[in-house]
């Protein structure tokens, strides 16, 4: 084993401390706290499984858990799709692609908050634009966040802007595929659909695995600005997910035991889904050798 | 480079000195509310801090009642909460019951400036827990209606009476709610109300309704009585049948307070917290009238109280702020602002509250009510308990759901909430 350098150690010191206690401290914290009832304010007192017991029959749970596995069905693979089509478009050289580029990324690097603001008034039922434009086509126009059957799909759509991570990310897998297998099939007849297929797809797949499963723990979490700035849950719950819940069961109910349980169930439901992509990418990366 | 590192050292020394300073004489004051009613709370502190000049105060808004209680809880669980807080009586006793607040009935009785009789015994009551004042009651209000006079006038419809039922606001409501350019879009509403459990709670009990088995120990909401139903069917159906409430659509377009502000909505269910803004913002003529009566006379208490936590460092100061704050002087402050009906019967009689040249002229509608006025239960989930029923009352007003699914499934909820959480 190769002895790290001093300076390398003095660098990685403070991420590794930040990590340690911003990070894995509270994390075994909240797992300790999840088998107690915890208000806040008395000692913790140990209650077994009572917590997990609790949330099994807590419709509101299933709701929230409900909520969120589907918004990351529907996301994933879309916002995975955008960034590989973008990626795509904007990987040759050609005039203006820096332009191109930075507008693709602009939107991720807006604060979540202004976002979900200027979407709150981009998806306005009656003064929005997009309504607007709707009713100039003679479309029927829903009214987005109102409307319970329409705010989930809303979240999902306003998610798809947000992609520029995984847009870098698939870019730089693009460059990592060498010039010469292009050329080398292009030299043997095939055609751009064969060359995406056979060579560009399987080649960029350990890209797009890290993609997916980033983005499942990620949207785990990423839900909560939106729904706490636009929707608040609503309407009806339709955009209840599980961020929102241990908030509400945390700072509302001062129940800390029962919403750091449900964290930990959807650390859980994190690893389950992170261990699906896998098995559905399965096969499909390459090897280095 | 050593004069980079002299500055840094300097400011690192700066922060440390000034994080290390006595917190003697100094105090936090945590209020919710929009800049108008932070405007009122900034006149009482400055008033406060020229009778006190050693307590300094620092004024901390957070402007949703909802958000309050967030940051009021992580404030609290991180033991470094504001020296005095605003809370409403509904919310008070999910913390008084977790011993988070300081019960202030001992020290009223020590106070040189206040005692229990000056108030009214309605918002008193309100904020007792087990029995013990646990926070001042700060105000009295109670929901009225908010009425745009123009648009009655224009309409040509009586201003609503002091005796009015629910036909004569039905009847105002229809007559102004308009389609002025006849293009199928409403574009004046008769009647903005939120679609909640305090809001229908009044209704409930004009009709005889309750809204609990059992308002001093409750167990479950009761929204599924044949009265209870009665009241929901007439709240539900300003909405789902007579359109003189802005639906879901249009409501999320522009909620109805600012409709009401903006000249385009007749009449505003809001308790006394609007007046604020009302005066700064609303161009045109408007008053507040009683609710709409049926049966019994009703209306629903909208109390806030003046709190001390317990792990508040400098109770004293707190007190002195909280004392001066409910006194005479400190309430007349706040009630000139329009935000209060003051608690204190004194100055509630006195032209702080109800000057006839300060809007609304019919202030002493507030006053007036009083003995008609019901409270919520208290209940260290009844936060909880409001918000899951209002989610279901709601649904029904949107005509998501039938009137009778709603409730019962409000109802059923509820319990749940009482019991197991």
Redesign the interface.
Known sequence: MTRLRPQVVALLTPYLLGAFLLIALPAGISFFISFTRFNGIDRPLFIGWQNFQLLRRDPLFWVAITNSILFITLAIPLRVLGALGLALLYSRPRRAVGFYRTAAYLPTIIPDTAYALTWLWILNPLYGPINDALRLLGLPAPAWLADSAWSLPALVFISLFQIGEGFVILLAGLRHIPAEVNDAARVDGAGRRQIFTSITMPLLSPWLVLLSVRDVALSFQSTFTPAFIMTRGGPYYSTFFTPLFIYESAFDGLRFGQAAAAMLMVFLATLLLVALVYFIFEGQGFDED | MKTRLLVFIVLIATLVLSACQPAGGSISFMVFGDPAELAAYQKLVDSFSQAHPQIQVELIQVPGQ?DY??RL??D??AGDPADVLLINYRRFA?FAN???LEPLGAYLEKSSLITEADLYPEAVNAFKWQGELTCMPQNMPSLVVYYNKDLFDSASVPYPAADWVWDDFLFAARALTKDVDHDGVTDQFGVGIEPSLIRLAPFIWQSNGVIVDDDSNPSTLTLDLPEDLIAAEFFVSLQTVHHVVPN???????DSESRFINGRLAMFFNSRRGVPTYRESAVFDWDVAALPQKDVPAGILHADAYCLPSASKNKPDAWTFIEYANSAEGQTIIAASGRTVPSLISVANSPAFLDPNAKPANSRVFLDTIPTIHALPIHP?W??IE?SAS?EI??AF?G?ASVDDAMLRAVQ?SR?IFF??
Do not use: F, H, P, V
């Open positions: 909802s209680r967030k809880s992580a609290l669980t999910g977790i011993g988070a879901a659509d249009e409501e999320a377009s522009e989930n936060a909880e918000e989610e709601m649904r949107y998501e909820l749940e197991e959480k």
